[in-house]
């Protein structure tokens, strides 16, 4: 059922290569991991994101998605397998907007550009553009304690896409949101896959927001998280909010949500 | 790069968060004073007097009032006296830099200390027992063993502020920097952030509000310190502390040592809401909890 797009079998030790030019944007080789507690959280997870697709994983909480992400971006090693990616090129949009509070919104923008040595001209250029991109404009000189949620995520996706990364890992950033301000947030996101062209790998458990934002969905099942389903999703792009009423999403929807249910036993 | 129309529902959402949070989002948006901001402190100050004059004329037995003196004798023979006042004004000065120094030296080195225990896991756990130990012991004990060592003087007055004030610095230095959210590690770890840049840029803002409040509890402290200092030291110059003992020990200057206690408390009420306004001025921003009233 899965598409095991690559497979190297004598490779088990833990390693990572940069990703050639022309390959994947990001590639899974049966990666499993076992934390030293003995939990196992991943068991022999294979797959790829090719330039130009979004990725969405869609698991039941606890099942290991959010592992699966800290071992792609290099936070985690894995037990076993191996990942391939360009590791000095990934943005990392996480779980709470973890915006440094005593930093402005553009402050908190600039921060990636000037960990990594850029001029303050040029941060200022590269703050300007991302922070046109998401509207937050005549919001720089605020401090995140006078943002909403929504806003501050939007600081938080500013801040990731100053760099301009070919690959984005999302760890089901817009959870905390409520339900009006996670769709929007869904669609802006679309929207920004859809300009920038950048690779998205997104970890979520909501169904709408997962078949709303992506190419493909997997399913993956309760600890020790295996991917057990796999769909593709045709709608083009852009994709407008009444899609959600669309009786092919429904169906769509549908099916992964049975995958799901399949996948908490 | 290709544009995007900005999305307007965040604009309106944006704009109707901040008019919602203007009262603490803008800094201009000050608390403003309302009556009982001035009513109430008047009146426990009126109510206050009242009960130290009704002490001084007749809450006292008649042999015994001499010992409470009515304000405006205090005031006379205290403040308005120049002679004795420029005498305690010299006192209280030396006092001031006894505590500032000691404050300072406490700051500087309890900083050092918690940030080198934050760097190393062998540093804290080594050095902690220490300040732990420094903090509980009795002060009072230690300090003629200090002015019998440093000959009574100015330093020895100095590293008593320095013993009292500084394990607040450690703890609240150290409590701040590992109190540091892990998603904000994650994200220096994934741009590959040195020791030095994680400091500076994080732990170091983060824990800033931990540390000021360390600030105002030392500055009170030194200010304690260094009272406590003069009484033992009798060599050298006077500070507030030596007068006040040596006021305490003549019927006749009884008022000047309420002059000089009023003083005394003057200098730690300054001392202590310098550093609140410090802190205002330096998180007052960005942080929540900042509302200090100075």
Known sequence: MLCVSFLCMESVRSERVLADMDGSALEFNRVSMVFPDGTEALQDVSFSVEPGEFVTIVGPSGCGKSTLLRIASGLLDPSSGSVEVDQERIGYVFQDATLMPWRTVQGNVELIPELHGYKKTERQALTKAVIDLVGLNGFEKHYPKSLSGGMKMRVSLARTLTLRPPVFLFDEPFGALDEINRERLNEETQELFKNEGFAGLFITHSIPEAVFMSTRVLVMSARPGQLVAEFDVPFKFPRKPGLRFDPQFAELSGKVSKALRGAYT | ?294
């Not at chain 2, 004073?33 to 007097?49: K, M």
């Not at chain 2, 009484?231 to 040592?257: C, E, H, V």
């Open chain 2, 1 to 294: 790069m290709s544009e995007i129309p900005v999305p307007d529902h965040a604009m309106e959402e944006a704009v109707a968060d901040v008019a919602e949070g203007a009262s603490v989002a803008t800094p201009a948006a000050r608390r403003r004073i309302t009556l009982v901001d001035v009513a109430g402190p008047t009146l426990i100050f009126a109510v206050s007097l009242g009960c130290w004059y009704w002490l001084s004329y007749f809450g006292m037995s008649e042999n015994r009032r001499f010992l409470v003196p009515p304000l405006h004798e205090v005031v006379q023979e205290g403040f308005l006296d120049w002679t004795n006042f420029s005498i305690m004004l010299n006192a209280l000065w030396l006092t001031t830099q006894v505590a500032f120094w000691g404050l300072g030296i406490a700051i500087v080195l309890g900083m050092t200390l918690a940030i080198l225990m934050s760097q190393a896991r062998w540093v804290e756990r080594s050095a902690w027992p220490y300040a732990v130990a420094l903090q509980s012991f009795p002060i009072l004990a230690l300090v003629p063993l200090i002015g019998i060592v440093f000959d009574y003087n100015f330093n020895a007055r100095v590293l008593v502020c320095i013993i009292i004030a500084i394990f607040p610095i450690i703890n609240n230095t150290l409590f701040g920097i590992q109190s540091v959210e892990s998603g904000h590690h994650d994200l220096l770890t994934l741009h590959n952030a040195s020791r030095w840049t994680r400091l500076w840029k994080l732990q170091l803002p983060a824990a800033s509000p931990a540390i000021f409040a360390g600030f105002r509890i030392s500055a009170g402290l030194s200010v304690v310190g260094a009272i406590v200092g003069d009484f033992f030291f009798r060599k050298g110059d006077k500070g507030i502390g030596i007068l006040i003992d040596q006021y305490a020990s003549r019927t006749t200057t009884l008022p000047r040592l309420y002059a000089a206690t009023i003083l005394a408390g003057a200098l730690g009420y300054v001392v202590f809401s310098g550093f609140g306004f410090l802190t205002k001025a330096v998180t007052g921003k960005w942080h929540e909890s900042s509302d200090i009233p100075g």
